[in-house]
């Protein structure tokens, strides 16, 4: 069964008192809802705190990266080992900021997702093309490579062991979203190539999130298309009210 997840990204934003108050606003609204399921993904040190709030509801943790090696030495990193020790059942791999400003290649992106798939959280895998590639009509193409090179040697057996999130890059913070059918379109090209890559039927199981610019007042078209199952929320996840409608949106 294809579940509906919305997971929101916070990426560098809050201190401890806004992370806690922000939790505490998600979970009084959200906590005893089972579907769709709801992620929040805090900054690293906010991890623990905020996991002591969703403790006994249904609102689970999500990592905003990890590194794709155990232990060592790599200053500034972090592993799938401590992040499962802090309660993290998700990890955001290849996010586009990381994947621009910090030079993230399909290459290391795949090690990573190969190193959480092996674990026991499970990979949102984002992927996406730049405002440049869909003018030049290289959407297609860049969305298939980003999914077969991330999910190089990834073995999924169920729907459940992998999240894709279809991100165009320049609907990300820019207020500007894709519209219900152009999102729609590219979900399900991903998934009819998840369907080559594993099996028609796994691919059916499997959760596409869209990320750009979600909110509250076009949730509800977004989330309505056939292939568009859950969201990824940056900015408007940062107040619990906007995020919350989202979730509300996909109930
Ligand atoms: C994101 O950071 O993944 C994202 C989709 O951001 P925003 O919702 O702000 O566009």
Redesign the pocket.
């Known amino acids: 069964m294809r579940r509906m997840i919305i997971a929101g990204?916070w990426?560098m934003h809050t201190d401890i008192e806004e992370a806690r108050k922000l939790t505490l606003g998600v979970v009084e609204k959200v906590g005893g809802k089972t579907e769709p399921a709801v992620i929040l993904c805090p900054p690293y040190p906010m991890l623990p705190a905020v996991k002591d709030i969703i403790e006994g509801t249904t609102v689970q943790l999500g990592a905003q990266n990890v590194h794709s090696e155990d232990k060592g030495a790599f200053t500034g990193e972090i592993s799938t080992d401590m992040l499962q020790s802090v309660g993290c059942n998700f990890a955001?791999i290849g996010?586009?900021?990381r994947r621009a400003i910090f030079k993230e290649t399909d290459e290391f992106i795949n090690k990573k997702v190969l190193k959480v798939n092996s674990s026991l959280m499970i990979p949102i895998l984002?992927i996406g093309e730049t405002l440049g590639e869909r003018e030049e009509g290289l959407t297609f193409q860049r969305v298939e490579q980003q999914i077969k090179d991330g999910l190089n040697e990834v073995v999924v057996t169920t729907g459940n062991d992998i999240v894709i999130?279809y991100?165009p890059v320049w609907?990300?913070?820019?207020?500007k979203?894709a519209t219900p059918e152009q999102a729609e379109e590219v979900h399900a090209y991903i998934r009819e190539l998840l369907g080559e890559i594993y099996t028609p039927e796994i691919a059916q199981d499997i959760t596409i999130q869209y990320?750009?610019?979600?909110?509250p007042s076009n949730a509800s078209e977004l989330l309505g298309q056939p292939n568009i199952d859950g969201?990824?929320?940056?900015?408007?996840?940062l107040k619990a009210e906007d995020f919350c409608g989202i979730i509300e949106a996909g109930s």
Not at 211 to 215: L, P, T, Y
Not at 231 to 237: F, I
């Open positions: 990204n990426k955001i996010h586009s900021e984002c999130a991100e609907a990300i913070g820019t207020g979203t990320g750009g610019s979600v909110k969201a990824l929320v940056g900015g408007a996840s």
